[in-house]
């Protein structure tokens, strides 16, 4: 038979508003083979992860996480008591990529999360998530769709163009069938390549595809 795999252990740093906090999460990863813990200044290579302990995402929480995103390369896990989508969207701009409530911090939901972040996924809690995704779509419907915008950064324009791109039509048909010139289709499509560093038309629309716009 053949044996398992070996685990390679996830180097982690925790960060905690007080020493309580710290030592608890450090109690609860310590015993895990799935993890690595280290002290935060204590080596030349940084963890992969950093686990941030906060009680709330107050302006010195995000002091600390700003503080983090700047001097390291590391991804950021954040345990917090509450947070809603407001805090959830500052605690983002800082570089977090996970979010655990207090009340659910198990060892084993821990660990679950540092995997996930450290393979370059995120994670929020499923609540959280379904509200975040709410407010984006009162968002897109109430705000950006009046002013033909998307939340994604593209157009209604944009979107409708590399959508007849993709459905095999040429500048001629889809000028025709959006009411628009035919200089203003090449206009709108050389934009969209220039943005977003596109080669040519079947480079834009497998990117649209991918990307899930069309």
């Known amino acids: 038979m053949h044996s398992p795999p070996a685990i390679t252990p ?7 508003g007080d020493p309580l906090s710290h030592a608890g999460v450090t109690s609860q990863l ?3 083979p799935e993890i690595t813990l280290m002290e935060w200044d204590a080596a030349d290579v940084p963890p992969e992860v950093v686990v941030v302990v906060v009680d709330t995402v107050d ?8 503080r983090i995103q700047r001097s390291t390369t590391c991804r950021t896990v954040l345990i917090t008591t509450a947070i809603d989508e407001q805090k959830l969207v500052s605690a983002a701009e800082c570089g977090v990529a996970g979010m655990v409530r207090r009340s659910e911090a198990t060892p084993e939901h821990l660990v679950h999360v540092i995997g996930t972040v450290a393979r370059g996924e995120g994670h929020l809690p499923a609540d959280l998530l379904k ?9 897109q419907k109430q705000v950006l769709g009046p002013r033909g915008l998307h ?9 409708d163009t590399l959508r007849l791109v993709a459905e095999g039509y040429d500048t001629a048909d889809i000028a025709a069938k959006l009411g628009w010139s035919e200089r203003t289709i090449k206009n709108t499509l050389h934009a969209v390549m220039s943005r977003l560093h596109l080669s040519n038309r079947s480079h834009a629309v497998a990117f ?3 990307q899930g716009w069309i």
């Open 10 to 16: 996830t180097t982690v740093a925790i960060q905690a």
């Open 30 to 32: 310590r015993p895990r």
């Open 208 to 210: 649209a595809m991918r």
């Open 151 to 159: 939340v994604n950064g593209m157009t209604t324009r944009e979107i």
């Open 131 to 139: 509200r975040l995704l709410e407010e984006v779509g009162r968002l």
């Open 59 to 66: 302006e010195e929480a995000l002091r600390m996480l700003r």
